[in-house]
């Protein structure tokens, strides 16, 4: 199963609201996880479920979707948020992530 | 707290061999499948292998199957992934990650480790 991400980078400031899709090539129904990652850092775990927010994590991330169609949103832009974004299918094997987006700081 | 520490990596000649450790602390290790994912310099994530939480069953990417065998010592705590036959292309960062159960199917992967780097040059 492919991922498509889009946009494969993107520009933004502080304070915007910013959408990032994830398109599989096959329905994969809910099991879609979202990971940040920052330079030197290993992935961090932000929604798994396709919406379900991991423990810990800003509100201001949310997740939504299902089937072959979903995306990431942050609602207001904090500083800490400049990263690269991974969708990632549990749906069945073998695993796959996009290629990712990065998120730079306008 | 979970931990996962990731050890073995280094350089080593096209066709050579190394074994990468990954020891796990903070969670009964036995119970949860356990997954190894690469990142090669600059670039995105790619899924290696998944082993169940008792070892019985394996899952390997079709890019290091027949070179590549996971397994693990859960009187240890600890994964393992034996890597046979090494080319350039497996150069790359290699995480440790702890699977939500005990298959990795329909799961999601929280936590990392911080990874061992393995180079793959002559």
């Known amino acids: 199963i492919q991922l498509t991400q889009s946009p494969s980078s993107l520009s933004a400031s502080v304070g915007d609201r910013v959408t990032i899709t994830c398109r599989a090539s096959?329905?994969?129904?809910?099991?879609l996880a979202w990971y940040q990652q920052k330079p030197g850092k290993a992935p961090k775990l932000l929604i798994y479920?396709?919406?379900t927010l991991q423990s810990g994590v800003p509100s201001r991330f949310s997740g939504s979707g299902s089937g072959t169609d979903f995306t990431l949103t942050i609602s207001s832009l904090q500083p800490e948020d400049f990263a690269t974004y991974f969708c990632?299918?549990?749906?069945?094997?073998?695993?796959?992530f996009g290629q990712g987006t990065r998120l730079e700081i306008k | 707290e979970v931990q996962l520490l990731e050890s073995g990596g280094g350089l080593v000649q096209p066709g050579g061999s190394l074994r990468l450790s990954c020891a796990a602390s903070?969670?009964?290790?036995?119970?949860?499948?356990m997954s190894w994912v690469r990142q090669a310099p600059g670039t995105g994530l790619e899924w290696v292998s998944t082993?169940?939480?008792?070892?019985?069953?394996?899952f390997y990417a079709d890019s290091v199957k027949g070179r590549f065998t996971i397994s693990r010592d859960n009187s240890k705590n600890t994964l393992y992934l034996e890597m046979n036959n090494l080319r350039a292309e497996d150069t790359a960062l290699y995480y440790c990650?702890?699977?939500?159960?005990?298959?990795?199917?329909?799961?999601?992967?929280?936590?990392w480790g911080q990874g061992t780097l393995v180079t793959v040059s002559s």
């Open positions: 096959q329905g994969i129904s809910s099991y």
């Open positions: 082993i169940s939480g008792s070892g019985d069953t394996k």
């Open positions: 479920g396709a919406s």
């Open positions: 990650v702890q699977c939500s159960g005990g298959f990795c199917y329909q799961k999601y992967f929280h936590p």
């Open positions: 990632h299918q549990l749906n069945s094997y073998p695993f796959t």
């Open positions: 903070g969670f009964t290790f036995n119970i949860y499948g």
